[in-house]
């Protein structure tokens, strides 16, 4: 199964991927993460894309594609993936196209208002990666694991503003896939769980 997640940032692309990739046993690939993980390193990744991610900008596609390519050249992507976060722009779904064969891309939706609440409060958990929310934390901790959250350096009001305005998912993109038969939307305004089943509806006539 080879899924891709599109959608504006924060409408719950990672949150669905990791349910996704629990029930299907698939690698999550997030190109967000894999900067964060390499900014947090200061390898020399980190340091060329700190300065796009801080301002809310998309990431060059010359950097952005080559990492994806060489991430689901890995043996573990031979069962399939989840891509979460990318492509977002039609050059990134074109490349794409060249090497890997999706069979749906889903785009995750969700109104800005109601992405600004929840990024607002997002946490994110340093042990198991996952996106939680203030609602949710357990005596402080991921409701998940019981791990140490943090506050993305991206979620600052007048980032998560530039995001939403920079890096809206372009129509061109939604044709791209409708045009080959595998785009699907699903409206993420309900929890993750009745979110996920609509998801999920759309997975299981795949698998
Ligand atoms: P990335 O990390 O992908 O950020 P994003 O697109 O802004 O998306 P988010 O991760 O913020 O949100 P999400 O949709 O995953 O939502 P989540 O599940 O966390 O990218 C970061 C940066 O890297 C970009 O800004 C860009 O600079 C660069 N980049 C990445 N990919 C790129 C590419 N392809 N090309 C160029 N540059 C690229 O959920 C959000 C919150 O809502 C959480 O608190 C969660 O707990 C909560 N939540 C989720 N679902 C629900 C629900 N159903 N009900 C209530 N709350 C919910
Ligand atoms: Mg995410």
């Not at 069979?103 to 109601?114: C, F, G, Q, R, V």
């Not at 934390?137 to 600052?156: A, H, I, P, T, W």
Request: proline residues 3%; aromatic residues 6%.
């Amino acid at each position: 199964m080879r899924i891709v997640l599109l959608g504006p940032p924060g409408s719950g692309k990672g949150t669905q991927a990791n349910i996704i990739c629990e029930k299907y046993n698939l690698p999550h690939i997030s190109t967000g993460d894999i900067f964060r993980y390499n900014i947090a390193n200061q390898t020399e990744l980190g340091k060329k894309v700190k300065s796009y991610i801080d301002s809310g900008s998309l990431v060059p596609d010359e950097v952005t594609i080559e990492i994806v390519k060489d991430r689901l050249m890995q043996d573990d992507c031979k069962v399939g993936f989840v891509l979460d976060g990318f492509p977002r722009n039609l050059e990134q779904s074109k490349a794409l196209d060249l090497f890997a064969n999706i069979d749906k891309a889903i785009m995750i939706d969700l109104d800005d208002d109601e992405i600004v609440r929840r990024l607002s409060g997002r946490r994110m958990c340093r042990k198991c990666g996952n996106p939680t929310h203030l609602d949710w934390l357990v005596n402080n901790k991921c409701e998940k694991c019981g791990g140490d959250v943090y506050v993305r350096d991206d979620d600052k009001e007048d980032v998560v503003r530039a995001r939403l305005e920079k890096q809206k998912l372009p129509q061109n993109v939604i044709d791209f896939y409708r045009d080959k038969g595998i785009f699907e939307r699903v409206e993420a305004d309900e929890t993750k769980d009745k979110t996920f089943v609509k998801v999920d509806r759309i997975l299981s006539k795949l698998a």
